[in-house]
């Protein structure tokens, strides 16, 4: 009778199999046990590398490589789940890689040095790699699922394009891809999150995306945020609203009255323009004698990274709401904002303008201020 077969492998696999072992804590059973055979021992230790892998299988990993960027770092957060915190991923002679934990399908944001914002679609236990250029972000290829890849080839596609075509290429992406998380993501780039929203071309896409990804949180988020969302327009009195500053201190609509003129800035620490214009906005007031004051509603998911940006801005002494709930915050949405930088200004109580950039802000101020300059 012929023996079975078993199956051989190196002394050094066997180094690795006893080394596997100790790495979970079984030292003193391999002691005990001397006399088992080492084809046990790989076998217990095959069984629990396979235990190990499938208890990871809520991981998500990035990595990727930039031309022209040797080293330096960037942001990634989650656009539609406000528990997570912002993360830090370092690039190290051009490469990166960055793991994290998923429990559901999400889109994180990847912040760049420049400033560049890309989405990315998480889900458990997937990937993605990137490729690009520093210099040229705006055609950074992202591989790993059917979603990154429409991304990526929407973005390479519409670069360049005025907001109308893009916004009818969104439509026509939207129509053929109606199960795509990068369909519901662009849809709220460019009808939600820009200089010129459309709310009632968000409300009608939104609402087509869902009967398809009824469990997509960006699209549900959306549709509560624009059922809600506030309309102001000049002349429209300060709408009523209770919150607290960062401080603990109770703010409300008479906030808005407080001095002659109220600006109100949409800030996040990861977007340089918000951040400037908070800061110039400030600047102005500190020098305005008292009649202009400056209320700032800060989208940062945490209350930490916010008062951190603030002490290193020299900008504490502004009164500000952080609520962790990022674009989804009440304040954000009942004073009808929608993009980053966003603002309003109010004249004696009442809108005087809204959405303008840093340059017109300064502008509408100087005329206010005739003898103070704007910062």
Not at 262 to 289: C, H, I, Y
Not at 308 to 326: E, I
Request: charged content about 25%.
């Amino acid at each position: 009778m012929k023996s079975s077969a078993l199956p051989t492998f190196s002394s050094k696999g066997a180094d690795k199999a006893l080394s596997c072992l100790r790495s979970y804590g079984l030292t003193k059973a391999i002691a005990k046990v001397g006399h088992l055979s080492l084809i046990y021992i790989y076998t217990l230790c095959h069984a629990l590398i396979l235990v190990s892998c499938s208890s990871d299988n809520r991981s998500f990993k990035i990595e990727g490589r930039l031309l022209n960027l040797n080293q330096g770092e960037f942001y990634v957060y989650s656009i539609d789940d406000t528990t997570r915190d912002i993360d830090t991923i370092k690039v190290v002679a051009g490469r990166f890689a960055y793991e994290t934990q998923c429990k559901g399908e999400t889109t994180l944001m990847l912040v760049f040095p420049n400033y560049t914002e890309h989405p990315i679609f998480a889900q458990p236990g997937g990937s993605v790699d990137i490729k690009g250029d520093a210099h040229n972000m705006k055609e950074m290829k992202v591989s790993g699922s059917d979603d990154n890849k429409i991304m990526s080839e929407f973005r390479t596609k519409t670069y360049g394009a005025s907001l109308d075509d893009t916004r009818k290429a969104v439509r026509r992406l939207a129509r053929d891809n109606k199960g795509s998380r990068a369909a519901a993501y662009l849809v709220y780039r460019w009808f939600v999150a820009c200089d010129k929203p459309d709310y009632v071309s968000a409300r009608q896409l939104t609402d087509d995306l869902l009967t398809a990804q009824k469990d997509n949180r960006l699209l549900n988020s959306m549709k509560a945020s624009l059922t809600a969302r506030s309309t102001l327009g000049k002349g429209n009195d300060a709408p009523v609203f209770a919150a607290r500053d960062i401080d603990g201190r109770e703010i409300n609509e008479k906030t808005l009255r407080a001095t002659p003129i109220v600006v109100v800035v949409a800030w996040a620490s990861w977007n340089f323009d918000s951040s400037n214009m908070l800061r110039r906005a400030q600047q102005t007031a500190e020098g305005s004698d008292g009649r202009v004051s400056v209320l700032s509603v800060c989208v940062n998911p945490d209350l930490w990274s916010c008062r951190k940006h603030l002490q290193r801005n020299s900008l504490t002494k502004v009164t500000t709401v952080c609520d962790g709930k990022m674009v989804e915050g009440d304040l954000y949405n009942r004073l009808g904002m929608a993009t980053l930088p966003d603002n309003v200004v109010f004249k004696n109580g009442k809108v005087a303008a809204t959405r303008l950039t840093t340059a017109e802000l300064m502008e509408f101020l100087r005329k206010e201020l005739p003898e103070k300059k704007a910062q």
